[in-house]
């Protein structure tokens, strides 16, 4: 049996961070009354989107959420709530 690497206590838990890169991804989606899940693509795009959110760059994130060569407004203000919500988490 192989020893795991230690995680650091300032790193969150792995669940966590999945739980964080969920909710990240449910908003790049699209909030909905009911929708509690993002679509598989968006889903898919979680990790991504928590990785960029922690550097804190709006342009980056945003053209990660829209898939556009420029990224559109709507996707821009995901992008702006996103690293709002990676900020109270990382408090
Ligand atoms: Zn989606
Ligand atoms: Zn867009």
């Known amino acids: 049996m192989t020893t795991l ?10 669940d966590d961070f999945d739980e964080l890169a ?3 991804a449910l908003v790049a989606c699209g909030v909905r009354e009911g929708k509690t ?7 898919r795009k979680g990790m991504a989107i928590l990785r960029i ?8 994130l945003a053209l990660t959420i ?3 060569e420029r990224p ?5 203000a995901k992008a702006a709530e996103i690293i709002r919500i990676y900020n109270e988490a990382a408090r």
């Open 37 to 43: 899940r993002a679509c598989d693509e968006h889903q």
């Open 53 to 60: 959110a922690s550097t804190g760059a709006l342009d980056a």
């Open 72 to 76: 559109c407004t709507t996707c821009t």
């Open 5 to 14: 690497t230690v995680v650091p206590n300032t790193t969150p838990a792995a």
């Open 66 to 68: 829209c898939g556009a």
């Open 22 to 24: 969920q909710r990240m």
